[in-house]
T-cell receptor, first 114, second 113 residues
Framework: DQQVKQNSPSLSVQEGRISILNCDYT??????FLWYKKYPAEGPTFLIS?????DKNEDGRFTVFLNKSAKHLSLHIVPSQPGDSAVYFC?????????????FGGGTRLMVKP | DGGITQSPKYLFRKEGQNVTLSCEQN?????MYWYRQDPGQGLRLIYY???????QKGDIAEGYSVSREKKESFPLTVTSAQKNPTAFYLC????????????FGSGTRLTVV
């Protein structure tokens, strides 16, 4: 049973436009969410995170939105740049409990066309 | 600089051989993890360790073994029992709360020849 799902395996966007990557989760105990970016043949790197006490977190061109009632989060990249082309993973965990296990989604490949 | 190091970057294995992938971290993290990524697939958890001398199976542990004799080190052995070992392997480490996230290594590409 996948507790974290990224239903779009790939997304193609024109440079300068907005990229929206989506993630759904089923475990209501999850209270902390992270996005990672991964280039081919490299390890994922942390991008942005959000706690369940917030519904939005912004860092430069990247904004994460959290809709707890819908168990849905999204990553917005504005404006998109060719260097943003990568695989993006969302991850979720229970920050209020002892422990540190993250559950990852299957990833979305973003292609930003010049 | 603190970080997590995987070696080698590329590894070739003959069928029937065991191989060991190295993962070392100097971040003083208690927890370490091994993931496998296949082309077009997500991250699948192989093994994890929350503390020295203790580890648990992940979702796809069959054909793999690990040890955690030191806090800094979490080597993964791909045994001959692993039927399809060709993949990209990622090691990660973390502190004790999810808000700190995981720090990943740069990965090892294993190819069976």
């Amino acid at each position: 049973d996948q507790q974290v799902k990224q239903n779009s395996p790939s997304l193609s966007v024109q440079e300068g436009r907005i990229s929206i990557l989506n993630c759904d989760y089923t475990n209501s105990m999850f209270d902390y969410f992270l996005w990672y970016k991964k280039y081919p043949a490299e390890g994922p790197t942390f991008l942005i995170s959000i706690s369940s006490i917030k519904d939005k977190n912004e860092d430069g061109r990247f904004t994460v939105f959290l809709n707890k009632s819908a168990k849905h989060l999204s990553l917005h990249i504005v404006p998109s740049q060719p260097g943003d082309s990568a695989v993006y993973f969302c991850a979720a965990g229970e920050n209020n409990n002892a422990g540190n296990m993250l559950t990852f989604g299957g990833g979305t490949r973003l292609m930003v066309k010049p | 600089d603190g970080g997590i190091t995987q070696s080698p970057k590329y590894l070739f294995r003959k069928e029937g051989q065991n191989v060991t992938l190295s993962c070392e971290q100097n971040l003083n993290h208690d927890a370490m993890y091994w993931y496998r990524q296949d082309p077009g697939q997500g991250l699948r958890l192989i093994y994890y360790s929350q503390i020295v001398n203790d580890f648990q199976k992940g979702d796809i542990a069959e054909g793999y073994s690990v040890s955690r004799e030191k806090k800094e080190s979490f080597p993964l052995t791909v045994t001959s029992a692993q039927k399809n070992p060709t993949a990209f392997y990622l090691c990660a480490s973390s502190m004790d709360r999810v808000r700190y996230g995981y720090t990943f290594g740069s990965g090892t590409r294993l190819t069976v020849v």
